[in-house]
């Protein structure tokens, strides 16, 4: 099909003469102007009049035509675009001047260009207002389809009835027949038969088989006389039936040697069966592909290539070639890495733009064994450096660095254009189409252990440079959830919940706080509906609830409006909600009330504490000094204006403390004993250091006396 808008020798008129043969495709397409638009709102002219244009692409064949853009897309979300009225202004050419001259600015230009700045600014700040406004108008409307979908949905599982799912439950038989039972001298010892995988135990005398896979654990304490047996048991036995479980066995012998290589095969006959299972368990999800069917001529190729992950557990190079129905990856020794087209549920080209690596890659919609190793996502890529590199030691000059980064600059282009070229061909012969991850939506998260650069596509959100690698498709996203959106912090948490609610939440931890309005300007474009608040859920708790009956979930307790931090809901729904909170508990909802208000009286009084205490703490030391020896000073002048009379006995009593202060001071400098007397009525001294009304000073340790404290002036 050509690339122009009409072409003349094919239009459909009376004068065209021109067979139409199978093979041949066209775009038809019927186009309509001057129509002109009954209900307009807001009465704007430039929309007044519309045109429409409606076209397909038809492949001619022998029977019937085929249209090629029948399983297209065609709501209208996904097939319109806007185009802004608004034409870019082109900067006109700058002319070469001259050294330029210092000018010096006026204060009224100085002040008219702040005005224009923080007028544009300004102006910014209402077109982000005016987005934000719009994009919560939009998520509104998505909540409201998604609780009307979730409700017809469950309406139409009601009307069909209600399915009950039972667990089947594998019997297992150790010995179909007796014959089959090992024959030994001893009834009264523990034999493990590998050929059947069963443990023979004496019990009241004969031996019973039990099959290894019923077997729990075994170990000796430490008594090396005794062995313990504990067996799985059903946690819901059958109450009808007279079904005994034994839960475990305990068996004493002298002989210890026997006990001990009963314990050593019954471990190695444990270990050598759960791997079996384990492998079992892993291959029973995996679907038969059909066989890969060879093509011959030239196929599409890629050469010098490895695949992660590896099926020798090494990197090694090979060729992957496309093929009739399916890819082929060929190692120089013989393996080989089968990829069917029809298995293929995303599939991935990232250039070497920022990275070191180009890549091709395959998310699957069913598992495939490569090597030993279940996988669903298979990466085949190359580096973009140089093999070699001189390990002399010699400095390179500026002329070699700039060779280097030549040839760095041509390896990266030629192998864009090769593995770009292969694409194409791909998409050419087989309609696979393969997504480019969008560089200027990623942002920084933790999906596994490390931080990553995860990348936005058209379908999905990927990260495919590290291993172990992160495809997440928005088809299969419910909602999204941004969790610790605080002020304070600079990281968040973003949960994404899948339709299927049997499959664990996606978290991405860390994510910068630069990010989120990004993040969330790009699921609003997906019509992801999304939460935010300020605290981690305990998502397990939830999808378990969830899970238990999800038809109440939606059509009776409103669905994931909890999550909305604008709804308006009763308190009893905010405490239930409450619970799904990390790290809360779950118990004492009554006394929240009395706590709320005990503690509202408690913060009262430790403000008040606070204000007195900075009251206290608000001066220095020194302002502090100063302050009390001028009151000392006041208090001198007083007492000299009175006579030294002084105005209580307790201002007496500090005096006469003052002065046996520097007597025992001057006397513990002496080092000779003091008889103690005081003239002064209220002091008194002896050994014990007892007084009348004061404290006394002891003579013989020569320490002061402890001061009494001093009551406040009324």
């Known amino acids: 099909m050509g690339i122009e808008f009409m072409e003349s020798a094919y239009v459909i008129n009376d004068k065209n003469k021109k067979l139409i043969q199978p093979n041949m495709v066209f775009n038809i397409g019927i186009g309509f102007q001057g129509l002109e638009l009954k209900e307009n709102p807001k009465n704007d002219p430039k929309k007044q009049m519309y045109a429409l244009f409606v076209a397909d692409t038809v492949l001619v064949t022998k029977d019937q035509p085929e249209i090629m853009t029948e399983k297209s897309p065609k709501n209208f979300t996904e097939i319109s675009y806007k185009l802004d009225d608004k034409k870019e202004e082109v900067a006109p050419p700058k002319k070469k001047t001259k050294s330029p001259q210092p000018v010096r600015t006026s204060p009224v230009e100085t002040e008219t260009k702040l005005r224009s700045s923080t007028g544009k600014a300004r102006k910014d700040e209402q077109q982000k207002l005016a987005a934000e406004a719009k994009r919560k108008e939009h998520q509104k409307e998505l909540e409201e389809k998604k609780r009307r979908e979730a409700q017809e949905i469950y309406a139409r599982k009601q009307k069909k009835g209600k399915t009950t799912e039972t667990k089947e439950v594998t019997v297992v038989n150790s010995y179909k027949d007796p014959s089959q039972f090992p024959v030994t001298e001893s009834v009264n010892k523990i034999i493990v038969d590998t050929t059947h995988e069963s443990v023979l135990m004496p019990i009241y005398g004969m031996l019973v088989p039990f099959h290894i896979s019923t077997i729990k654990n075994a170990s000796k304490g430490t008594d090396e006389e005794y062995l313990r047996i504990n067996f799985n048991t059903s946690d819901n036995a059958d109450a009808n039936n007279n079904v005994v479980y034994i839960k475990e066995l305990t068996y004493r012998s002298s002989d210890t040697k026997a006990l001990a290589t009963a314990l050593r095969l019954i471990k190695e006959l444990?270990?050598?069966?759960?791997?079996?299972?384990?492998?079992?368990r892993l291959e029973s999800d995996i679907v038969e592909q059909d066989k890969l069917i060879i093509s011959k001529g030239r196929n599409p190729r890629l050469s010098d290539i490895f695949v992660r992950p590896s099926p020798t557990g090494r990197k090694t190079t090979g060729i992957l070639e496309g093929h009739t129905n399916g890819f082929r990856f060929t190692t120089p020794k013989g393996a080989n890495v089968d990829i069917l087209y029809k298995n293929i549920a995303h599939a991935f080209f990232q250039p070497a733009e920022n990275e070191l690596l180009v890549l091709i890659h395959f998310h699957l919609n069913h598992a495939i064994m490569i090597g030993k190793k279940k996988t669903q996502d298979v990466q085949f890529c190359t580096e973009v450096m140089e093999v070699s590199q001189a390990l002399d030691g010699r400095y390179k000059h500026g002329e070699d660095e700039l060779e280097d980064e030549q040839r760095?600059?041509?390896?990266?282009?030629?192998?864009n254009n090769e593995f770009q070229s292969f694409v194409k061909r791909i998409e050419e012969a087989t309609g696979l189409e393969f997504d480019m991850p969008y560089s200027d939506l990623g942002f920084s998260g933790v999906p596994h252990r490390s931080n990553v650069l995860l990348q936005p596509t058209v379908n999905c959100l990927v990260n495919l440079t590290e291993q172990p690698f992160f495809v997440m498709s928005l088809k299969a996203v419910e909602i999204a959830y941004f969790e610790r959106v605080q002020f304070s912090l600079k990281n968040f948490d973003l949960v994404f919940v899948m339709k299927d609610y049997s499959k664990p939440v996606i978290h991405i931890n860390?994510?910068?706080?630069?990010?989120?309005?990004?993040?969330?300007?790009?699921?609003d474009s997906c019509d992801i509906k999304?939460?935010?608040?300020?605290?981690?859920?305990?998502?397990?708790?939830?999808?378990?609830?969830?899970?238990?009956?999800?038809?109440k979930f939606h059509t009776e307790e409103g669905g994931w409006s909890f999550l909305n931090p604008d709804s308006d809901e009763d308190e009893d729904d905010g405490e239930q909600s409450s619970d799904f909170e990390g790290g809360g508990d779950s118990d004492g909802y009554g006394s929240e009330s009395e706590d709320e208000d005990e503690f509202s009286e408690a913060s009262d009084e430790d403000e008040v504490e606070d204000e007195d205490s900075e009251e206290d703490e608000g001066e220095d030391w020194d302002v502090l000094e100063r302050k009390a020896a001028r009151e000392d000073d006041e208090k001198k002048m007083t007492r000299q204006k009175r006579g030294r009379d002084f105005d209580s006995d307790e201002e007496r009593e500090e005096e006469e403390r003052e002065k046996k202060r520097k007597q025992s001071a001057s006397v513990k400098s002496g080092g000779g004993k003091m008889a103690a007397g005081g003239a002064s009525k209220g002091s008194g001294s002896g050994s014990k250091g007892s007084g009348s009304k004061g404290a006394g000073a002891g003579a013989r340790s020569g320490k002061p006396a402890t001061s009494l404290p001093l009551k406040k002036r009324t």
């Open 510 to 523: 860390a994510i910068g706080i630069d990010f989120l309005e990004s993040i969330k300007e790009w699921l």
């Open 408 to 415: 760095e600059r041509q390896l990266r282009a030629r192998l």
């Open 530 to 551: 999304y939460y935010e608040g300020t605290q981690t859920l305990n998502w397990n708790r939830i999808m378990g609830v969830i899970q238990a009956d999800p038809q």
């Open 270 to 280: 444990r270990k050598r069966v759960s791997q079996r299972d384990e492998k079992l």
